[in-house]
């Protein structure tokens, strides 16, 4: 009899990782602290949308940013700069943010400080989506510049994240971009996705978007 093991590392690291995102939960729920993380393409506008709710909505909650680049801390300055404390990962050649460095991140500080968590997850539109980081929902940031067939490209991804904004629109008309065109294409592929068109650039959308996430009181 041949002497044949299957080795389920990925099923284990998989389990140890969702024990530690539900003790992030649980622990959030102590303190009545919502949490979203946010993932994306490179450059597709995360920390541009970060940057403008730290600016405009820190007198409604104190915000609390855990950001997840590969190598540096350019992104928890941007969004620094307005006074909301930022805890950087770098994940070396990671291409996600794990629960326990978000445990660990959480570490840091005292919770009881602050009214909102964001995770801004490490930028590329598929590893993050696979892994729970103990949030309450994953949203994700496209752009307009990213061309007309994103959402048809990425079906895992879409197909489990409860919102997407579509960043960038005071682009579209240079990327011949119908943005009303390209959230119909989405809505009929993933009829569970509420999708926001957005600039973070103009703040067109913006409100709207802080609304849905439970920043801005109605
Ligand atoms: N015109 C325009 N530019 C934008 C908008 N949002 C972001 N940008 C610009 O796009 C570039 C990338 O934006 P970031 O916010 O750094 O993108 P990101 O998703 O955080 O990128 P990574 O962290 O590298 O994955 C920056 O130069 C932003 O100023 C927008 O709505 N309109
Ligand atoms: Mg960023």
Same mark, same amino acid.
């Given at each position: 009899?041949?002497?044949?093991?299957?080795?389920?590392?990925?099923?284990?690291?998989?389990?140890?990782?969702?024990r530690i995102?539900?003790?992030?939960?649980?622990?959030?729920?102590?303190?009545?602290?919502p949490?979203i993380?946010?993932?994306?393409?490179?450059?597709? @506008?995360?920390? *541009?949308?970060?940057e403008?709710?730290a600016?405009k909505?820190?007198?409604?909650?104190?915000? !609390?940013? %855990? +950001? @997840?680049?590969? *190598?540096?801390?350019?992104d928890?300055?941007?969004?620094?700069?307005?006074?909301?404390t930022? !805890?950087? %990962? +770098?994940?070396?050649?990671?291409?996600?943010?794990?629960?326990?460095?978000?445990e660990k991140?959480?570490e840091?500080?005292n919770l009881?400080?602050?009214?909102?968590?964001?995770?801004?997850n490490v930028?590329?539109?598929?590893?993050?989506?696979?892994?729970?980081?103990?949030?309450?929902?994953k949203?994700?940031v496209?752009s307009?510049t990213?061309?007309p067939?994103?959402?048809?490209?990425?079906?895992?991804?879409?197909?489990?994240?409860?919102?997407?904004i579509?960043n960038k629109?005071?682009?579209?008309?240079?990327?011949?971009i119908?943005?009303?065109?390209?959230?119909?294409?989405?809505?009929?592929?993933?009829?569970?996705l509420?999708?926001?068109?957005t600039?973070?650039?103009t703040?067109?959308?913006?409100?709207?978007l802080?609304e849905?996430?439970g920043?801005?009181?109605q």
């Open positions: 009899m041949p002497d044949v093991r299957t080795v389920r590392i990925e099923q284990k690291i998989q389990e140890a990782n969702d995102a539900q003790r992030i939960r649980n622990l959030r729920h102590q303190y009545r602290l949490m993380d946010i993932q994306g393409s490179v450059g597709s @506008g995360k920390t *541009a949308i970060l403008y709710f600016e909505y820190t007198t409604t909650h104190k915000l !609390l940013v %855990i +950001n @997840g680049d590969l *190598a540096t801390d350019i928890a300055q941007r969004i620094g700069r307005f006074g909301s930022c !805890l950087q %990962i +770098n994940t070396g050649r990671g291409c996600h943010l794990m629960a326990f460095q978000v991140a959480l840091e500080v009881e400080d602050y009214g909102f968590i964001f995770v801004e930028g590329n539109l598929i590893c993050p989506s696979s892994t729970d980081v103990g949030a309450d929902k949203i994700t496209t307009v990213e061309g067939y994103v959402f048809q490209k990425h079906p895992i991804t879409f197909k489990m994240s409860q919102l997407a579509i629109i005071d682009l579209a008309p240079a990327m011949e119908v943005v009303d065109e390209l959230i119909k294409g989405a809505n009929d592929l993933y009829p569970q509420e999708i926001i068109p600039s973070a650039k703040g067109a959308g913006m409100d709207i802080a849905k996430l920043l801005k009181s």
